[in-house]
């Protein structure tokens, strides 16, 4: 029984319908009244693993939810205003020593010798010039060195999974769930119960409820531990406004005063929204400064979220798992949103239960969730406590506030030595945690001691990188060229 629909729902019930096949009957229940928070419309690169093992084909699933590409993400105004940097997907360059290439840079770099970081990764260089293409899988060749995903309609995805997923045996039921009906013994949820008088019995429960979690809080009473203290954002407001122009090839976060803004680039038109501490700015001032930076006419009035940021105790508890935002909230910065949908989906099926429910399975899903949901955490708060901005309440704040130890060590290896420390289960790689360093000026005070006794010419092999790279984005098509020769929206 999957409760509760929009992408974390359809997601599931495509992916278990895939997996399971007809023989496990699979229900979906959800209400039209409710609807969906349906903002999440920027994506990093997994969610292509996900259609792959589905077997979607790439071009029709961007037609259909009038899609374009993604190649990172552009930070602007976070390190200090009148600065920017792009978190690229892929590598920056290609190692050509033991000692990794960010070190051979940052040594030309201040000695004059080497432009910004940003020009040293072939995401940055096809997007700044606007233009896309698959990458090439010759490993020899710079155009093999980025990743990609995709900017999307969450609805019209929700939608497309709704006819993959009824295609292979799942149940839509239309209806708000009125009652939960636990087992006395066990706690285990046996039924949910409808407001029209229907009941639906199942085994194996979803939460795919949103921020009200009707199953994993609402009927178990889980928990929630809270993370305001570290991401003070606790609002959003969402609008969509028409296009202008060619659409970027990446996500643009730009800070503001009490949080940051999104721009979302789709075929039809541009996503945009305000993350924003309630405490640091009113409703009223925030829509007037949303409206205020849009690319071209809002379509719509802006649409209010309440958030609080954090996760459950336990995403798996009893016979329910909870997914999407029913599992917890980390605002969509990193456009990690659907990721973490993904995520648990995935885990689901790594430790897929019996009907004994074995707490020795579902502890280790919850043991992978809290440290997965726990390093991006981490990764967010990077963003915002390495900053000199001082102009606000909220930067002043973010600067100065005590961070979990597991961030405070990694800041401390890369300031004193340029070193990147991984952790399991972190879902951003060395080069993601890289550009936020060096982009929100944390800068190494020394290189690693190997370098001094390396002989390579380092500030060469850089420029003919940066050469080659240069080149390499001149050669792709267009954005747009993309998007119409293979991909284009109808309408």
Aim: proline residues 4%; charged residues 20%; hydrophobic residues 40%.
């Amino acid at each position: 029984m999957i409760v509760g629909g929009g992408s974390a729902g359809w997601m599931t019930a495509a992916a278990l319908s895939h997996a399971l096949g007809k023989s496990c009957a699979i229900t979906l229940i959800e209400s039209e009244e409710i609807g969906t928070v349906g903002v999440g419309e920027a994506t990093i690169p997994p969610i292509k693993t996900f259609n792959e093992t589905l077997g979607i084909d790439e071009n029709q699933f961007v037609r259909r939810t009038k899609g374009t590409f993604k190649l990172g993400i552009q930070f602007i105004d976070w390190a200090q205003t009148g600065v920017r940097y792009f978190h690229p997907f892929g590598s920056f360059g290609r190692s050509f020593d033991m000692v990794q290439l960010h070190q051979y840079w940052y040594r030309a770099h201040r000695e004059g010798q080497a432009t910004s970081l940003d020009d040293y990764s072939m995401a940055w260089n096809a997007a700044a010039q606007g233009r896309f293409a698959p990458p090439l899988t010759d490993p020899r060749n710079v155009l093999s060195t980025y990743e990609y995903a995709y900017h999307f309609d969450a609805g019209l995805y929700a939608a497309f999974l709704r006819e993959f997923s009824e295609a292979r045996g799942v149940v839509r039921a239309e209806g708000k769930i009125a009652n939960v009906r636990l087992n006395s013994e066990s706690g285990f949820v046996e039924s949910v119960q409808t407001g029209d008088g229907r009941s639906f019995a199942g085994e194996l429960f979803i939460d795919c409820s949103g921020f009200r979690g009707l199953l994993i809080e609402g009927a178990l009473a889980t928990g929630y531990e809270h993370w305001g203290h570290w991401l003070p954002c606790d609002r959003a407001l969402a609008v969509p406004c028409a296009a202008a122009g060619d659409f970027t090839p990446y996500t643009r976060s730009t800070a503001r005063a009490a949080g940051w803004q999104w721009r979302i680039p789709l075929q039809h038109r541009t996503g945009n929204g305000y993350v924003y501490a309630s405490a640091a700015i009113s409703d009223e001032e925030a829509a007037r400064t949303l409206l205020a930076n849009l690319d071209g006419a809002a379509l719509a009035d802006p649409r209010p979220l309440r958030f609080t940021t954090g996760r459950r105790k336990l995403a798996w508890n009893k016979n329910v798992v909870a997914v999407g935002l029913a599992s917890g909230f980390l605002e969509p910065l990193e456009s990690t949103s659907i990721h973490l949908i993904q995520a648990n989906i995935a885990k689901l099926l790594a430790f897929f239960p019996d009907r004994d429910f074995d707490p020795l399975v579902r502890d280790e899903f919850n043991r992978v969730a809290a440290n997965e949901t726990e390093r991006i955490r981490d990764f967010l708060i990077l963003h915002y406590h390495l900053t000199s901005r001082d102009d606000s309440e909220l930067w002043r704040y973010c600067a100065h506030m005590r961070v979990p130890d597991s961030l405070q060590n990694k800041i401390d290896h890369f300031r004193r030595y340029g070193r990147l420390i991984a952790r399991e289960m972190d879902l951003f790689g060395p080069p993601s945690w890289l550009a936020v360093h060096i982009g929100q000026r944390n800068l190494p005070e020394r290189m690693d001691p190997l370098l001094g006794f390396r002989s390579i010419d380092g500030t060469g092999w850089l420029a003919k990188l940066r050469a080659a790279m240069a080149a390499a984005a001149a050669s792709l098509p267009s954005h747009r060229a993309y998007i119409d020769a293979h991909c284009k929206a109808s309408g």
